[in-house]
């Protein structure tokens, strides 16, 4: 099954392209990190994703489904940015809520989780520190029993401890419950610890794509003399380059093995490979470095 299908979907705000020729086919069962900067299109997915808004152009379907169908509605979670809760709810008045809102609600998951976790039932949400807060919201996410969870930027203002609990705690009710997991954040290390698939967005197009494994194989940081990019090899697709004036720094895409010994091969690591589509995304929509004056890209 599919999890999260687009075929060239586009949100615009007037003139102001928040998602451009968006086309992306996520097997179910995955934990997919999206990440890209801020203003990239990540939020925007998302919320397409949800039903929360609807395309200026193209196709999307959540498994199988149209989004904010009420089919769609019951398979899928949505965890949006802030990890909103009702500061004057107590906890256990937010599990009663979504009793009452999601006909699949696991009122014994709810209560364990919210045990284990050490919240008191009878605290207002307001009076719950920021990473307590992310953990009722999750926990709402959850107890519903999706297919799907949808999270933007859900860690963001937690402290590193409370990020990693949380992120824990994401992994055990993947596992747990089947779930297949969209998860946006701009902290490169968060999606290394949990996610097993990859989406990178910058200036609302999707730059790459893929299992993270087969993406981390499939490139490669070439160092040498400087020359010309345009000499490789086509089987190896450059995604950026770098120069000063006697060496050149190539990241390449190729699933075959280099063989010239004037390179110097190192694997990637996530973060070189998600700053290098980053880069390649920012010269080529906006025709000057990201960052830089010897920084350039060859398509």
């Known amino acids: 099954m599919t999890a999260l299908q687009t075929q060239h979907l586009a949100k615009r705000y007037g003139r102001r392209p928040a998602l451009s020729d968006c086309t992306l086919d996520i097997p179910a069962g995955h934990i997919v990190g999206l990440v890209g900067p801020n203003g990239a299109g990540k939020t925007t997915l998302l919320n ?91 926990t709402l996410g959850i107890a519903k029993r999706p297919e799907l969870l949808l999270l933007d930027e859900p860690v963001a203002a937690l402290d590193p401890l409370a990020r990693r ?37 910058v200036d609302s197009r999707v730059r790459l794509a893929g299992p993270l494994d087969e993406l981390l194989e499939s490139h490669r940081l070439l160092t040498g ?9 086509a089987e190896q697709r450059l995604v950026t380059a770098s120069h000063t ?20 091969v190192n694997r990637l690591s996530l973060e070189d490979l998600v700053i290098a589509y980053m880069r390649d995304g920012a010269v080529h929509d906006h025709a000057a470095p990201a960052t830089g004056p010897n920084l350039k890209v060859l398509r």
């Open 48 to 138: 397409l994703a949800a039903g929360q808004l609807t395309p200026t152009a193209g196709e999307i379907t959540v498994l199988g489904e149209e989004p904010g169908s009420k089919s769609a509605l019951a398979k899928v979670g949505f965890v949006a940015q802030g990890t909103p809760t009702y500061g004057t709810l107590g906890v256990a008045d937010h599990l009663r809520l979504g009793a009452r809102m999601n006909p699949r609600w696991d009122a014994d998951m709810a209560h364990d989780r919210i045990r284990r976790l050490g919240l008191d039932p009878a605290m207002q949400a307001r009076q719950l520190s920021a990473g307590q807060r992310a953990q009722l919201a999750l």
């Open 165 to 201: 609990e949380f992120l824990q705690t994401l992994m055990e009710a993947a596992v747990e419950s089947e779930l297949s997991v969209v998860l946006s954040s701009h902290l490169v290390s968060d999606v290394e610890r949990v996610c097993d698939y990859l989406i990178v967005l």
């Open 225 to 233: 003399s400087r020359r010309d990019p345009a000499e490789l090899p």
């Open 245 to 264: 004036d006697r060496q050149s720094s190539l990241v390449v895409r190729t699933d075959a093995p280099v063989h010239d010994p004037s390179w110097t």
